[in-house]
Every structure is written in structure tokens, then in C-alpha cells.
């Protein structure tokens, strides 16, 4: 559990400053749960450059409570909880010093999203929260208000959980909270979780991540973890400390999720992705008569494909669709092992490739639009899917033919060219795995909204 907070104060000589607004969010790693938002009287002048940045004056806080009355309500809603603060040194700072004032050690465990955004997000020209956020497409109300900026913080901290491919900071929560290590409840874990799509991690009672999947129902998926006889689940019920998720709204991008961070966290349940998702592929030549043919045939990663399949039920499927799509010649396509004309043309449904009486011109014409219906190669595009809210979108970013990452965005941001996308994307592994993912999402899903990209 976290608590996200942000803190005006007075100015002034260093531990002589007073707090004059205080907004803590409570996030438990996916929503807000409680709130506290209030003015404070600090007893003391507010310095005028920080009146007229803030806009908070001494007029407006002298009905305001003083710290010592909002001070057993902060203790509150921080207990158990680590504190997220943008510069999280200064806000923590400013806080012991008042609860020190009343004679109380106020201690918490804390994280400053200024290191985690350097570490997860680099390169940036600023970390400041504004021009932060401005780049990341985070909209942002009352800037250089508690409330303000603290919800500009739960925002930001929300994408860098996300940007978190190898789950360090939940890892690190789950240690910090009791409650997670004396859980031998499994029900009560599961009524915990959420009947969302996404990828969810099992724990041990280290926080160590011990298992990784993905479930349209995150909560059937774990109920059926606890319930099931197989050896895998045996013991997991056995290890499971905690179950923390993250919603993904969308389900191509949890698969997605689930591969690459499988990959690097190797969790010690997993026995691993297979092999290859995928174990056959289409495949072009031209032959000597210079038409492009096509062929199904099994999966090589050293000859370069036009789309993979999971079978080759599924690849004799797609051929059979797209050669009445593009009036394509079954002959040529490999579906139809003759010496004259195929059957399509018989019924006057091929226009003669296979009989040379429609000329490769026009007829690879025709097989080029489908090469290019199926294949990223050189473009740029951005892959819009659900969101894990409605004012949200997720979006894949495939640059030059080549998978870059996954991120979400507001409705409220435009997506219009690469490099804002560069910023909002976790970076992901382009290879066959991952290409074959989407290209199979895309075939089943024909509605998935794909944006050409300006450079």
C-alpha cells in the first residue's frame, strides 16, 4: 500500500519551514482507496515568492487547522504504507520535522518518483513533475497545489508500476507489509483481486515473484491456481504469500506483458514460455515465370515470413480466406498440386496465373497487398487497443517494422508521431515471439484501431 502525497509550505531557512497544504492519496497499486486534502495554518509568514507561486496567502490559512489537529488523521493514512513523493526526500523531511515538533518520531519507508522515473524512464530533459508530466502526456490540474500535484504523482507512479517490467517495487512492497506474509487465507486472497484482464504475480513470503500469468479474469484464473490438483498448483498453494496484479484493459497487451517479463523474471514456477508459440509460417518466392507464390511450411527462424501460426490448421485456414479475399490463384498458393489450371480458375474465380494467362504484373499486385496486410515491414505504426480505464487507451508502437514497446495513454493526449510515443512506451524485445503475438491478435481481432505514425 502506498501513500502518494505532496506538500506547500511556508519557505524559509531549512527546517524552519511550515506546511501550508498537505493532499495524500492512498493507492493500493491500482486505485485510490482513502483521501486527505487540507490547508494548514503553519503559525508562521509565508515567503512572497512562494505566495505567488503557490497562491496560497496568509489570509487563507488563518481559520485553517493547525498541524497538530490534522496530525493523528495523517498518521492514519500513512500506517503500513510506504510514502511516494516526487523528491520524496524534502516531503518526508517537512513531515518529521512538524510531527518532531509535537514530540512524536513519525518514521515511514518512502520512494521519490524523480529516482524511479531516472531509472525507468531515462534520458529525459527534465525530471521537474511538470515538464515530467507534460512529456508523458499526464494532464495535470492546480500545478503547484497539494492536491494537484499529488494526483500528478499517483498518475506518474501509476506508468512507472507499469514501465517496472521486472517487478522490483511490488516485490519490495510485499516485504514491507505484515499483513501479505501472515496470509494463509487463499480465499481471502482471491477476494481480493479484480475480475479484470491482466497479468498477475504470485509471491512467497520473501516478495520474491514466484509464478507469472495472464487471465482475461484475473480472480478465476487465481481461484483456479488454488483449487486445481496438478503439480504446479499444489505448490503454489503451498508458497503463495501474496497475488498483486496489474490491469492491462486490453488482452493483446497482456500477453505481451506476460512473455517479456516471464523472460527476465524467470520465476521459478514457470517452466517458461514454449519454445515457440508458433510452429509454421507463410512464407514468398518468385518463380522463374515471375509470379510470387505462396507456401505454408514449418516455422525457421533463419527464412524471413510473411505471418506464423500456432498450427498448420490454422495457416491452411488464413491461406484458404485470403485467396478468396484477393482473388489469388490456389495453385500458386500451394493449395492445389496441379500441372494446368487450378479449380478456382475452372469456376471462373482465378484469373489464369497458374495457366500464365493473367500476367505477374497484375497478378503480384494483388499478392503484395496481402504481404503488406499481414507484415510491418518498414512502417510505422501505432497499435490502438482498451485502456485499463474508459478515459484510457493502450497503444503498441511498431517503429521502421520493428516492435518497440507498450504503454497507455489519455484520451485527452494526442497520438500523432513517434517521439511522443518514445516517451510513453516500455521498451520491449523485438523477436518472433512477440511478432507472433500480435500479428495472431490482429488476425482475430479485425476492429483494433492502427494509426500511421508521422516521423
Known amino acids: 500500500m502506498y501513500a502518494i502525497l505532496d506538500i506547500e509550505t511556508t519557505g524559509g531557512k531549512y527546517n524552519e519551514e511550515g506546511i501550508t497544504e498537505i493532499a495524500i492519496y492512498k493507492f493500493d497499486g491500482h486505485k485510490t482507496i482513502d483521501q486527505f486534502i487540507s490547508l494548514v495554518n503553519p503559525e508562521r509568514e509565508i515567503q512572497p515568492f512562494v505566495v505567488n507561486l503557490t497562491g496560497i496567502n496568509n489570509n487563507m490559512l488563518r481559520t485553517a487547522p493547525k498541524f497538530y489537529e490534522v496530525a493523528k488523521r495523517i498518521v492514519e493514512i500513512t500506517e503500513d504504507c510506504i510514502i511516494v513523493a516526487h523528491n520524496s526526500e524534502f516531503d518526508y523531511r517537512i513531515l518529521r520535522t512538524e510531527f518532531s515538533r509535537l514530540g512524536f518520531d513519525f518514521k515511514r519507508k518512502t520512494l521519490c518518483t524523480v529516482d524511479l522515473a531516472k531509472v525507468l524512464i531515462p534520458d529525459q530533459p527534465s525530471y521537474s513533475l511538470g515538464k515530467l508530466t507534460r512529456a508523458l502526456g499526464i494532464p495535470v490540474s492546480d500545478r503547484h497545489r497539494a492536491s494537484g500535484d499529488a494526483m500528478a504523482t499517483v498518475k506518474l507512479f501509476k506508468m512507472l508500476l507499469a514501465k517496472d517490467d521486472k517487478k522490483t517495487i511490488i516485490s519490495d512492497a510485499v516485504k514491507c507489509e505484515p499483513m501479505f506474509k501472515m496470509e494463509t487465507n487463499l480465499k481471502n486472497i482471491i477476494d481480493g483481486l479484480p475480475t479484470t484482464t491482466g497479468v498477475y504475480y504470485i509471491h512467497n513470503a520473501q516478495g520474491d515473484v514466484i509464478y507469472i500469468g495472464k487471465s482475461k479474469n484475473i480472480r478465476n484464473r487465481i481461484n483456479q491456481h488454488f483449487t486445481n490438483t496438478s503439480n504446479k498448483s499444489k505448490k503454489i498453494q503451498v508458497q503463495v504469500a501474496a497475488v498483486t496484479y496489474e490491469s492491462t484493459g486490453s488482452e493483446l497487451v497482456a500477453m505481451l506483458k506476460e512473455n517479456d517479463e516471464i523472460k527476465k523474471i524467470k520465476p521459478v514456477l514457470n517452466r517458461g514460455l514454449k519454445r515457440n508459440g508458433f510452429t509454421y509460417a507463410l512464407y514468398s518466392f518468385v518463380d522463374d515465370k515471375g509470379y510470387i507464390n505462396l507456401k505454408i511450411d514449418a516455422a525457421d527462424g533463419r527464412k524471413k515470413s510473411i505471418t506464423t501460426f500456432a498450427n498448420k490448421q490454422s495457416a491452411k485456414s488464413f491461406l484458404s ?45 494483388r499478392v503484395q497487398e496481402l504481404i503488406d496486410n499481414n507484415s510491418f515491414e518498414a512502417k510505422n505504426i501505432a497499435i490502438i487497443d482498451r485502456g485499463r480505464e474508459i478515459d484510457e487507451r493502450s497503444v503498441l508502437l511498431i517503429e521502421n517494422g520493428v516492435f518497440k514497446g507498450l504503454g497507455f495513454y489519455n484520451l485527452n493526449y494526442q497520438i500523432n508521431n513517434l517521439k511522443v510515443l518514445e516517451t510513453i512506451i ?23 484501431k492502427i494509426v500511421h505514425l508521422n516521423k
Open 426 to 448: 516500455t521498451p520491449m524485445e523485438n523477436n518472433r515471439d512477440t511478432q507472433h503475438i500480435i500479428q495472431t491478435y490482429l488476425r482475430k481481432n479485425k476492429n483494433i
Open 321 to 365: 480466406n485470403v485467396i478468396d479475399k484477393f482473388q489469388l490463384c490456389q495453385k500458386l498458393s500451394g493449395l492445389y498440386n496441379t500441372k494446368s489450371s487450378c479449380f478456382k480458375y475452372d469456376i471462373n474465380e482465378c484469373f489464369g496465373a497458374c495457366i500464365e494467362k493473367e500476367s505477374p504484373e497484375d497478378y503480384n499486385q
